[in-house]
């Protein structure tokens, strides 16, 4: 639980940074990065719902980045098809928790954390 918490703050702090820079998305070094981020909150959106963690905490931590972020609607579509793109990725392959699913999750964790941290300290103020 404290590595969400960690992981939930840090998603935060890379969402407020980013979200401050007047950057075009066009040119944003950190897009990538950004887009993956929106990927994994998907797909632990899916996992962590799947293995007993019921709830909307991973999808409001991506409208947290979204509203962060505040982008032009084409940007918008982009991060939203970046996380169900993350969702569906596992809901075609998992109908029950599995070991391989929570390790899915822990590794999920783990990117996510990184991401974050990285985007943060390279691109944030």
Not at 10 to 30: D, K, N, Q
Not at 39 to 56: A, I, M, Q, W
Request: hydrophobic share 40%; net charge positive; proline share 4%.
């Amino acid at each position: 639980m404290i590595r969400a918490a960690f992981f939930l703050a840090a998603c935060l702090a890379v969402s407020t940074a980013i979200g401050a820079r007047p950057v075009l998305a066009a040119e944003s070094p950190f897009e990538p990065g950004l887009m993956r981020l929106a990927e994994v909150l998907g797909s632990l959106h899916f996992l962590r719902n799947l293995c007993g963690e019921k709830g909307d905490q991973w999808r409001l931590e991506m409208e947290k980045l979204i509203a962060s972020e505040n982008p032009d609607p084409e940007r918008r579509a982009r991060f939203i098809a970046s996380f169900n793109r993350g969702y569906r990725s596992f809901s075609g392959a998992y109908t029950q928790c599995t070991a391989s699913a929570t390790e899915a999750i822990s590794r999920y964790m783990k990117e996510g954390e990184t991401l974050s941290r990285d985007i943060a300290s390279r691109y944030g103020n």
